[in-house]
C-alpha cells in the first residue's frame, strides 16, 4: 500500500502521550501501511528521548511502540533530489532545515504531511499539509 500520510514530529508525540485524543481518533481510522514517519522525524524524536533525562527508559518505550505501528521511511534519492529545488526557492528561512527535509520527502512519495505547525510548512510548492488535531 502506498503511504497516504507523513506525519511529523508533534503529531507523533501526541500518538506517544496519546493526547489530544483527536489525533488518536483520526490515526485509527487509517489502514497499516497508510501512514508513516521519515527517517528524519525517528532522528528528532530519538534525540528527544536521549535529552528527556529520568524518563528516558519510559520515552523509548513508548517510541518503540509507535514504531510497532508507523513504518520509518528511509530518506532516499529521490527525497533528496526534491530537497534541493525546495530548499532553494526558501533559502531566505535558515531556521528550519529539518522542515524542509520533512517536507521533500513527503513531496518525494506523494503523501500528506501531518502537523500541527502548519506554519511551517506553507508555501512549499505541491505539498499536501493536514492538521489532524484541528481538522478532525
Known amino acids: ?42 532522528a528528532e524524536l530519538e534525540f528527544g528521548v536521549a535529552c528527556s533525562g529520568e524518563s528516558q527508559a519510559r520515552h523509548q518505550a513508548l517510541l518503540d ?33 529539518l522542515d524542509k527535509l520533512i517536507a521533500s520527502h513527503a513531496l518525494s512519495i506523494g503523501a500528506t504531511l501531518v502537523t500541527n505547525n502548519e506554519a511551517d510548512f506553507r508555501g512549499f510548492a505541491g505539498l499536501r499539509v493536514e492538521n489532524w488535531v484541528h481538522n478532525h
Open 1 to 42: 500500500m502506498k503511504p497516504r500520510y507523513m506525519l511529523d514530529t508533534n503529531i507523533c508525540i501526541y500518538l506517544m502521550k496519546q493526547q489530544p485524543p483527536q489525533v488518536r481518533a483520526r490515526f485509527a481510522e487509517c489502514y497499516v501501511g497508510e501512514v508513516v514517519i521519515s527517517a528524519i522525524t525517528l
Open 65 to 97: 511502540s509507535l514504531l510497532e505501528d508507523i513504518p520509518v521511511v528511509p530518506f532516499e534519492a529521490q527525497a533528496a533530489r526534491a530537497y534541493g529545488p525546495l530548499r532553494a526557492t526558501h533559502r531566505d528561512r535558515t531556521q528550519d532545515a
